[in-house]
């Protein structure tokens, strides 16, 4: 069974760009969950979703971050008009919900640089 | 709101020997869940070790094992018998599945490193 996987692994990108991340979860997954991890920090909550639906929100995502998910299998994260603050790791989780806060299995991330 | 607090910014242990990583947390749902994770300079974050609020024994996966307080708030991880390899960031992080909340908390973090 393969675990989590993000592409691309390193984004290097001009301020003002936009840029698009892709998920691919844990086969049997239905939850899928986007981080941000800043330098010294842990891990931010962005978004999250039960198959295809997007439940829950952070008020970190700004207008400029959308996500989708659109068959309850892969997710993109986009990030439009890029900022220097944006530069980090963007972290994928997935979990098989089962009702007792079921563990969420990372993928390796990708990281963003905006110049 | 549900706070994780790790207050130990950096731990050093001798290879073989036993280490503990505190963690406090706060939250006044009475039903929350407790995770470990282990983050190399890779980036990858692994999932060690998984505390429910409800678990009357105190959970443990091969080395590691957590030290589970519910009156203090605190579930410290202990790695005993520490490796090389055992060297990376360790981040504390809480869910909240009673509230309808699946995101993980995470604290900040301490860097653990193992001497040989």
């Known amino acids: 069974d393969t675990g989590v996987s993000q592409d691309p692994r390193h984004k290097i990108t001009k301020r003002g760009q936009n840029v698009t991340f892709r998920c691919d979860p844990i086969s049997e997954h239905n939850r899928l969950y986007w981080y941000r991890q800043t330098l010294g920090q842990g891990p931010e909550f962005l978004t999250y979703?039960?198959?295809?639906?997007?439940?829950?929100k952070s008020r970190l995502l700004s207008d400029r971050f959308s996500a989708e998910r659109p068959k309850g299998s892969f997710s993109t994260l986009e990030i439009q008009r890029t900022e220097q603050g944006d530069s980090a790791m963007y972290l994928c989780?997935?979990?098989?919900?089962?009702?007792?806060?079921?563990?969420?299995?990372f993928g390796p991330g990708t990281r963003l640089l905006v110049l | 709101a549900q706070k994780i607090t790790q207050t130990q910014p950096g731990m050093f242990v001798q290879e073989k020997e036993a280490v503990t990583l505190d963690c406090t947390y706060d939250t006044s749902d009475p039903s929350y869940g407790l995770f470990w994770y282990k983050q190399p300079s890779s980036g990858e974050m692994i999932f060690l070790i998984y505390q429910g609020s409800y678990d009357q024994q105190n959970a443990t996966e091969g080395r590691y094992s957590l030290n589970f307080q519910k009156a203090r708030k605190s579930a410290n991880l202990v790695i005993s018998a520490s490796q090389l390899g055992d060297s990376a960031m360790y981040f504390c992080?809480?869910?909240?599945?009673?509230?309808?909340?699946?995101?993980?908390?995470f604290g900040k973090g301490t860097k653990l490193s193992v001497i040989p």
């Open positions: 979703f039960q198959n295809e639906a997007q439940l829950e």
């Open positions: 992080a809480m869910s909240l599945p009673g509230a309808g909340s699946y995101q993980l908390t």
């Open positions: 989780a997935s979990s098989l919900e089962d009702g007792t806060g079921s563990t969420q299995y």
